[in-house]
């Protein structure tokens, strides 16, 4: 069975704090991605990564960093965190050369930043 | 013009209704189409996935997509409590396609 996992459920963090999020995929897929969701805007995709030490800025990659030594694990760094990162983070992967390029995603972590 | 419009909801019908969501979008090089749900406090799942124009049925959900209107469906028949979640559409442009464009999502309520 698929499975995408992310290291925390929920996370409290204080402002300015280094802040890492974990993300592990069991399905060997080369796409991994980092999304936030917040109320009335969706999900805006942060960065993804088409491979081991490669990576894409999305939509919206400022104040965040990632790292992806190897391929099943994807990491989103807030290198100082602000209170308007307070956001549920979902972490998404897909297969390269599928029937179609399902997302298949983990259960989130709701962080929140005081 | 935003890429994807999606109508935020709630949604809330009783038990037993057919359910409409609905998506438009401005980009018609879009090929594929997809609906996923998310239940609360989890991550989302697909649902349905069209390719071009057309319905795809799948036990009590249809996936509809006009491509001419910009159009997309996704309709629920005998609406059960626990059809009860946030629906997002998705459209990418061709499998190569790495990023895949969300709606912001329907919250739909079915009332017992």
């Known amino acids: 069975d698929v499975k995408v996992t992310q290291s925390s459920r929920y996370l409290v963090k204080r402002t300015g704090e280094k802040v890492f999020l974990e993300c592990v995929q069991d399905m060997d897929h080369e796409n991994m991605f980092w999304y936030r969701q917040d109320p009335g805007l969706g999900l805006r995709l942060i960065y993804f990564?088409?491979?081991?030490?490669?990576?894409e800025k999305g939509d919206i990659p400022e104040g965040y960093s990632v790292s992806r030594e190897k391929k099943e694990r994807f990491s989103l760094i807030l290198e100082s965190a602000s209170t308007n990162q307070t956001s549920m983070y979902l972490c998404?992967?897909?297969?390269?050369?599928?029937?179609?390029?399902?997302?298949?995603f983990g259960p989130g972590t709701r962080l929140t930043v005081l | 013009q935003k890429e994807v419009e999606q109508d935020p909801g709630p949604l809330s019908v009783p038990e037993g209704a057919i359910v409409s969501l609905n998506c438009t979008y401005s980009n018609s090089a879009f090929q594929y189409f997809m609906w996923y749900r998310q239940y609360s406090r989890k991550g989302p799942e697909l649902l349905m996935y069209?390719?071009?124009?057309g319905n795809k049925e799948d036990g009590r959900f249809t996936a509809q997509v006009d491509k001419s209107s910009k159009y997309i469906s996704l309709f629920i028949r005998d609406s059960q409590p626990s059809d009860s979640a946030t629906y997002l559409c998705a459209m990418s442009l061709d499998l190569r396609d790495d990023k895949i464009i969300f709606g912001k999502g329907t919250r739909l309520h079915i009332l017992p």
């Open positions: 069209t390719y071009s124009s």
């Open positions: 998404a992967s897909t297969l390269v050369g599928a029937s179609y390029n399902e997302q298949f």
């Open positions: 990564s088409y491979d081991v030490k490669m990576k």
